[in-house]
């Protein structure tokens, strides 16, 4: 494969470009956030890439959607099957890192620290708003079990949709299915948080904030 061009944008980001650094690092990546669903060039911008370990030491990373960036918190909010490996590895090691990719803009977040679960009534509120298939989804799937075939979890999908009187092959109204009780959100709390913008001949800002007591220390990086 060949090495990319510096990738775009050439421009410099406002936030980034300019000493002192912002003191207050989530404002800039929700603005990110945000100028990605925009921009609209790239699917699914909330995706992140999200490293954990297990009790061994072990790293693993995957995907998820992250639901919300908290700025006030500097925290980030995804969900999950709380007894997939990713929440096993998370309950035996309470840490996560995510990284954000936003492509199509030149930008690139790494975001690090503590991860709890989110209140039952936060899961809930967001479980609520779920089509109603993966509602349905969620109680059937044993997150990352073997399966044995794929019809044997579309048959397990139609018997948990009967249960709840909901019928998958007729979208409409639909009876509220609660949550079930190991899928839920998570809460990323940062105590790190590194921003990278392209710029060009890879002389890129980049710049990292730790949380102190109660606000950040930040520090430009060299590219
Ligand atoms: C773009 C994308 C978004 C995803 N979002 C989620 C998500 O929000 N929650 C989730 O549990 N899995 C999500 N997945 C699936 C995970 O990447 C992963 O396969 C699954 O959670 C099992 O991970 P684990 O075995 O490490 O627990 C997503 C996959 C992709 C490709």
New binding site residues.
């Given amino acids: 494969m060949t090495d990319p061009p510096s990738a775009p944008p050439a421009w410099p980001d406002r936030w980034l470009s300019e000493d002192p650094l912002p003191s207050e690092p989530f404002p800039i990546l929700a603005n990110w956030l945000t100028e990605a669903f925009e921009d609209g060039r790239q699917p ?1 911008p909330h ?1 992140v890439a999200l490293a954990t370990v297990d009790a061994a030491g072990d790293p ?1 990373v ?4 992250v639901q919300a960036i908290e700025a006030d918190a500097g925290a980030l909010v ?4 709380r007894d ?4 096993r590895e998370l309950a035996a090691h309470p840490r996560a890192s995510a990284a954000f990719h936003f492509s199509a803009l030149g930008r690139q977040a790494r975001v690090s620290g503590p991860v709890g679960h989110v209140a039952d009534v936060e899961s809930d509120a967001y479980f609520a708003t779920r089509p109603v298939d993966s509602q349905i989804g969620a109680w059937v799937s044993r ?2 079990e073997p399966l044995e075939s794929r019809a044997a979890l579309v048959a397990a999908m139609e018997r948990r949709a009967a249960a709840f009187g909901v019928d998958l092959a007729a979208p409409g109204p639909s009876p509220a299915i609660p949550r079930p009780r190991g899928w839920g959100g998570f809460r990323l709390r940062a105590d790190r948080i590194e921003l990278w913008h392209s710029r060009p001949g890879r002389v890129h800002d980049r710049a990292v904030w730790q949380r102190t007591g109660s606000g950040w220390t930040s520090q430009r990086l060299q590219p």
């Fill in positions: 699914s995706a693993a995957r995907m998820v959607l995804f969900h999950s099957h997939s490996p990713k929440g997150q990352s």
